[in-house]
């Protein structure tokens, strides 16, 4: 399989490609983002890998454009821009997933098979999931009509829970993505926050979304 790497810094460039080519994959490599985007339209890529703070264009503006084109490689950020808000802009951008920098190799090759196992699938701006509908782009909620107060928090967590809706999502992963922050056990934050978030998506109404897992995490299951 080929990967495109679109990253600045020449060290860590070398370092992914070193790293990828070990393990099977052909690596192409840009340090900017033109040049980066003119490969994406020469050559056909399994994985594009990007960085957002780059020379000349930016990693938004690159997803925007192959996206806005109908390109629909998958694409995963790697970057050092590690806030919640940068990671949700990423995902409803059309990103398959985002890692922070710094990072461990193990946990990137992970997530590279992952995303090429899932394939070049894009999620819908808005996301409809029984009588829930959620707008990824203007970052709204409603049930069976009625709009949602969700702060940021409930949106970036409920959001995570509907594109992988029918799959259990792990404690550990809601805390990365939602918080940015290394799961602890011994902190319920979690927990507290999806009690929150059922009060206002799933107490009002009869039917009841979000499911837990016990032991492993929280689910939106649609039966």
Known sequence: M???????????????KKGL????????????????????????YALVILDVMLPGRDGWDILSEIR?????????????????????????????????KPFAFSELLARVRTVLRRGPVRQPDILNIADLEIDLLRHRAARQGTKLDLTPKEFSLLALLARRCGEVVSRALIADQVWGMNFDSDTNVVDVAVRRLRRKV??????KLIQTVRGVGYMIEND
Do not use: C, H, W
């Open 68 to 100: 806005r084109r109908g390109i629909a490689t998958p694409v995963l950020f790697l970057t050092a821009k590690d806030s919640v808000q940068d990671r949700v802009k990423g995902l409803d951008l059309g990103a398959d997933d985002y890692l922070v």
């Open 21 to 44: 080519s070990e393990n099977g994959f052909v690596v192409d490599t840009s340090s900017e983002g033109d040049g980066g985007l003119a490969l994406m339209e020469k050559n056909e």
């Open 2 to 16: 080929r990967i495109l790497i679109v990253e600045d810094e020449s060290k860590a460039a070398a370092y992914l």
């Open 202 to 207: 799933d107490d009002p109404f009869e039917k």
